[in-house]
């Protein structure tokens, strides 16, 4: 059973039927994508007759139990922040995504600071504040640039670059005063300001703590990948919930990566052991490469959302398979094994297909602001084919018949040998998808295209 409705759950979803070893993949509540999936179902809540007085995190625990699941995936951070884990492995049934009390790395910017400031993973320098007045007292001795974060959870608007003390300030009077956030932005942290270029690592965890006192926890990474927030080319206009991704990355070398295994991966799998945690899930982490080298900006406790879609299609391994190794039912490292971890090689071995990914994400017109639902969408799946692509849709419903619902409406993931034919083919291939008012950036991947830390 895979939770959440997005392009990140389609690509799950797509990835776990392809296994031999699966039957079938209930998605709740899934989307048009996940409907027309081979071997997926898709489960709304609403339809449930027995679900008539559960609510909250209960109903997906209800919901595994009714339909006799093997286990379960967690798509989206908010269940998870929400325990819903924590209720289904009360039910017995196994849980790729962690408990509530790891979750608080994605739920609480304040508590996901104090665990990396406590295990000495590469960060920027910070400190919380509960007043406005402290928050401004502290701006002012620092000076700009400086970063807001609202603590909560944000979907995206808690946190402020700010080039000036004023945008700062008005940042604090937004988050603290006008109560723009409510709860999420009580709590501030305020965090030095860091240059350089952003990438994505997704990580499979398996923690428990049998499998600590064993030396057997362990986090795997997957290949680097980079999404792009900025809703227009050159990385202009509004933050989105993410505007296309590549994976793997030409501009990151194996002496960064090893850097970012050392200074962030290793010392968070070691706060995780040491918080005895059971983590069993997956961990993004977000990073910053600076001059100094690569620093964590943020965990989130699932996978990230376009990234998966430019990820997943290259494993070269069982999706299935790996879940089983992370949730370890005998506790006896499987995931370790499954990595061929060993300690001279801490990142493990991985099977990925050689090449690259390009999934440029085409939204509603008007996205991030109001816009329209309803639209029809075709697609001319012999070209999408022909171009080595697969189209990962997120707000879009129906079976048959698919109509846009959402803002982000599809990724488009396109495979190539070299990163140039794999963004030749993904923008041939979005070219073969029409729905009215669709708009979709033109130079995913290409320089220029991220966020450069730049202000
Ligand atoms: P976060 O949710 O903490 O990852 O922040 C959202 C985005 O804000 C990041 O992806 C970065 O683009 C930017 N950001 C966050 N923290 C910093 C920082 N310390 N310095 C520069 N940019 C940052
Ligand atoms: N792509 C960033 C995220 O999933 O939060």
Known sequence: MVIGSGGREHAICWRLAQSTK??????????????????????????????DDIKGVQIYSQIATFEQVDFVIVG?????????????????????????????LEASKDFSKKFMHKYGVACADSITVTTAEEAKKYIHEKGAPIVVKADGLAAGKGVVVAATEEQANAAIDDFMSNNKLGDAG?????????????ISVLAAVSVTPQTAQANTATIVPFMPSRDHKRL?????????????????????????????YKNCMQPTLDGMIAEKWDYRGFIFFGVMLTKEGPKLLEYNVRLGDPETQA???????DFAELGLAIIDKENNGALKKFAKITDENPAGTLAWKKGFICAPVAVSGGYPASYNKGYEITIDKKIVKECDAKVFIAGAQGSKKLLTSGGRVLACSALGSTFDEAWNNAYKAIKAVQFKDMFYRKDIGLPGAAESGEL
């Open 311 to 317: 990820v997943l299609p290259l494993m070269d391994f």
């Open 76 to 104: 989206p951070e908010n269940p998870l922040c929400d325990g819903v884990a924590d209720a289904i492995w009360n039910c017995g049934i196994p849980v790729v995504g962690p408990k509530k009390d790891g979750a608080q």
């Open 22 to 51: 699966v039957n079938e993949v209930v998605c709740v509540p899934g989307n048009g994508g996940t409907a027309q999936e081979d071997k997926c179902r898709n489960i709304n809540p609403a339809d449930c007759e027995y679900l």
């Open 232 to 260: 227009n080319d050159g990385a202009k206009g509004p933050n989105t919930g993410g505007m296309g991704a590549i994976c793997p990355l030409e501009d990151v070398d194996d002496a960064t990566m090893t850097l970012f």
């Open 186 to 198: 009580q709590t501030i942290v305020l965090e030095e300001y860091l240059q350089g270029t952003e």
